[in-house]
């Protein structure tokens, strides 16, 4: 695949993990796009970020846990995660609780990251 | 009374309209809402002043899958799915705030 075919992709997480389907279907979207060898990013706002949160146990409300997927991006060669810091901390949450190594930036600079995506995918 | 809120108080204004409304009595958090009763969000501070007017009460299974099991506020009460019953159970009516 030559470079003019690749574009810059972005996925924006913007719901909680467990209550819709949404942070599901986002992941699935994202996997597919990886193996057309696309310029993957994904953005963690709002509560989306809850969806890196570690130590996520659904055992008990009987659903997949699919936090652990986030883990193996890595070995999609998605490698670029985003999250916002002022969600992080309206959720009294650090890059310390969340599952894998991202790139935490401030509003403004998601802003202009998101401004110079080709297409930009919400869930 | 029993009133059940199901939405994070940060996506929208779902639990803020319940406590605006409700004369008292029981809130039973699941789902997204059960972070509203976690150390650390903002909502924590109009959660705690709602433990002044409420007995709250928090499904312990929903703040696990969220892996925030351990962030509870001081003063909610985890329950089960038994819990979650009885509450319906004794109050004599329950409103679910969709």
């Known amino acids: 695949m030559t470079d003019a075919t690749v574009k810059k992709f972005m996925f924006v997480n913007r719901k909680a ?25 994904l953005v963690f706002l709002d509560d989306g970020v809850y969806q890196l949160k570690k130590t996520q146990q659904t055992k008990g409300i009987e659903t997949k846990n699919f936090s652990p997927t986030y883990r193996a991006l890595d070995g999609y ?31 403004a600079e998601m802003g202009a990251l998101m401004a110079e995506q080709d297409v930009v995918l919400s869930f | 009374m029993l009133h059940i809120v199901n939405k994070s108080p940060l996506a929208n204004r779902t639990l803020e309209n319940c406590l605006r409304v409700a004369a008292g009595g029981d809130i039973l958090l699941i789902e997204d809402a059960v972070y509203a009763a976690t150390k650390g969000n903002s909502f924590e501070q109009q959660m705690t002043k709602a433990l002044e007017k409420f007995k709250v009460y928090v499904l312990q299974p929903d703040l696990d899958a969220r892996g925030v099991g351990d962030r509870l506020i001081a003063g909610a009460t985890p329950v089960d799915y038994g819990g979650f019953v009885e509450l319906a159970a004794n109050n004599k009516n329950c409103q679910s705030w969709l």
Do not use: M, N
């Open chain 1, 17 to 41: 993990p467990h209550g819709t389907i949404y942070a599901l279907e986002a992941l699935e979207v994202v996997l597919i796009t990886a193996a057309f060898d696309q310029d993957v990013s």
């Open chain 1, 77 to 107: 060669d998605v490698e670029k995660l985003y999250v916002e810091k002022e969600s992080l901390d309206a959720r009294g949450l650090s890059e310390d609780d969340l599952l894998v190594d991202v790139i935490v930036l401030g509003s």
